[in-house]
């Protein structure tokens, strides 16, 4: 691990530790993706899983926004999604254009049906060298940060075998085998400890656990599913920092929409950055966490098609908000989700120069 360039730019690394920077690090969700007109050239030759899988390519795509927005941005975030867990479970997962299981987990029979042991070197190893490979290249420009999805998130795309609307047959499953799903859950969690260990030792720098779905749930099914697994996620890393087996990391959680839970996550979940989506005030957000964690977010991902006056306005109210709330002290700026196919590259531009402006401390 040591023979990784030193690292240039740490500001993300000191907001994630509640430190006050200079001005708000900033990145943003799905950064690499379908709004770049360099990521849709690379798909026109390749399939959505073959880029996962084959580390150069996963390298190139998390490098475009680094290369396009050098200077203004402060972290990558590798290339691959959080349906390789499910993969490397057992499951086939089609990506077509959204995600597709030709075989769901109807029942909780359908169990049997998943790999007893899943060896994450084995199934995700080209992740892990995507990451080396990847961090290389950076040559310490920002910090890589690694990720997966959370237990709940993914077990609703197990269960409904796609997107979905409504969660049907994912909550269903949650009334009616409450047991069979916990143990799903952190068998579902499980996994993910060995992936994000693995993707420490392989070169990231930063946890990102995404629970998308998060909001779907009522603030008691939260508490009583997913929460349990977030902690056996995050216990499960902090006892890897101590042993010393990888370097201790910040870990951020994305609890989507769970924004009634927030003290619950922040005294309990075991993160040290939450992941803000936009429907909370940002000042109103830090009452509710206190002291304890850093916040990630949160504006409107929309606001990015609402032209250049929007976009400052947008960034100046919500940068106003983190210093109401206490100050810019442990924030990192970002969307409160994944930009959207669509944007314009020099819109996304013009958002990180406004929070490069409306954010810094003085
Ligand atoms: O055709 C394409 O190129 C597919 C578009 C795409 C991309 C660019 C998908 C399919 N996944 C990704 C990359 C991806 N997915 C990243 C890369 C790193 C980055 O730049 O951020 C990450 C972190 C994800 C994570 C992910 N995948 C989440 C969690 C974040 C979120 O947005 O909520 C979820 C829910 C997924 C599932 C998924 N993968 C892809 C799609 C279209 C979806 C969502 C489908 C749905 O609405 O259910």
């Not at 390519?57 to 402060?74: C, F, M, S, V």
């Not at 990506?95 to 060896?119: C, E, R, S």
């Not at 920002?142 to 269960?159: D, K, N, Q």
């Not at 850093?294 to 100046?316: C, F, H, S, T």
Request: hydrophobic letters at 40%; glycine letters at 10%; aromatic letters at 10%.
């Amino acid at each position: 691990m040591s023979d990784f360039p030193p690292l240039k730019n740490d500001l993300l690394l000191r907001a994630a530790r509640g430190e006050q920077t200079e001005r708000a690090p900033v990145w943003v969700m799905r950064q690499a993706g379908r709004y770049l007109p360099e990521f849709r050239k690379v798909r026109e030759d390749h399939e959505f899983f073959e880029i996962c899988r084959t580390p150069e390519l996963a390298k190139e795509i998390t490098l475009q926004p680094i290369r396009r927005y050098t200077g203004l941005i402060d972290a990558s975030i590798i290339f691959s999604d959080i349906l390789v867990v499910p993969q490397a479970m057992g499951m086939e997962v089609l990506m077509n254009p959204g995600p597709h299981f030709p075989d769901p987990l109807n029942t909780p029979a359908d169990i049997g049906k998943l790999t007893k042991t899943v060896d994450v070197n084995k199934e995700l190893g080209y992740v892990f060298e995507a990451i080396t490979v990847t961090r290389k290249a950076l040559d310490g420009e920002v910090p890589l940060i690694g990720f997966c999805g959370a237990p709940w998130t993914l077990f609703a795309y197990m269960v409904e075998g796609g997107g979905t609307k409504t969660f049907q047959k994912s909550k269903t499953w949650l009334f009616q085998y409450p047991q069979e799903s916990k143990d799903l859950l952190l068998r579902i969690a499980d996994v993910c400890v060995d992936y994000l260990i693995g993707q420490v030792k392989a070169g990231a720098q930063v946890l990102q656990v995404f629970d998308s779905w998060a909001g779907e749930l009522s603030p008691h099914h939260f508490a009583e599913f997913s929460l349990p697994s977030l902690q056996r996620i995050s216990s499960g890393l902090r006892k890897a920092f101590a042993d010393g087996s990888i370097p201790s990391v910040p870990l951020i959680l994305f609890p989507k929409g769970a924004n009634e839970s927030l003290s619950d996550i922040a005294a309990n979940a075991g993160y040290d950055v939450l992941g803000l989506d936009w429907c909370i005030e940002p000042d109103h957000a830090r009452q509710l966490v206190g002291e304890k964690v850093a916040l990630q977010g949160n504006m409107d991902p929309v606001m990015l098609y609402g032209g250049k006056d929007a976009i400052e306005r947008e960034v100046k109210r919500v940068c106003e908000g983190f210093k109401k709330g206490g100050g810019t002290r442990g924030w990192i700026a970002n969307l409160g989700h994944g930009i959207t196919p669509g944007v314009d590259p020099e819109d996304l531009r013009w958002f990180f120069e406004c929070i490069h402006k409306y954010s810094s401390a003085s």
